[in-house]
C-alpha cells in the first residue's frame, strides 16, 4: 500500500503543475504506456525525460509541439545547471516522439 500512495502523490504532484501539466495529467492517468517499450529510443526518452516528471506518452502532442517542448525542457535543464542533453540522445528522442505523434 505504500507503493501505492506513493504513486498517487507523485500524480498529485504533477496535477498541480503548470497549466497544460494539468491537462496533459489528467489526459494520461498515471500509467499510460509508451509505444516500442523496448526500443532504445523509448529507454533514452524516459532516462532524459523522465526525471522531472513521468515520460509523457507522445500521442498528446503533435510533432511540432514536440519540437517545441524538448527546446523549453532545455531551457528548464540550464536554468537548473544542469548540462545540455547529449545531441545524438536529443536528436533520438525528437525523432521518437514524433514518429509516435499524435
Ligand atoms: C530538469 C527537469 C526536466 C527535464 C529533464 C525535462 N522536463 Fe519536461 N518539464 C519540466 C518542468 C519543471 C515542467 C513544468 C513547467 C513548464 O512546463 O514550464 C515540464 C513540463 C513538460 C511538459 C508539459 C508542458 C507544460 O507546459 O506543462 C512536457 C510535454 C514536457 N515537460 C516534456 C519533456 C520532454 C520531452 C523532456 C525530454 C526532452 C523533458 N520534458 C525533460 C522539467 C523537466
Redesign the pocket.
Known sequence: MIVAEAGWRWCGARVA?????YV?AAAIGCTSPLPDPESQAAHVYVR??G???PA?PPHL?KSAM?RV??E??ED??RR?G?PP?AAVDEQT?LDY?TRHAG
Open positions: 503543475g503548470a497549466t497544460l501539466s496533459v532524459e525525460c526525471t522531472c516528471h509523457y502532442l514536440w517542448q524538448v523549453r525542457m528548464i535543464r537548473r544542469m542533453m528522442i516522439l
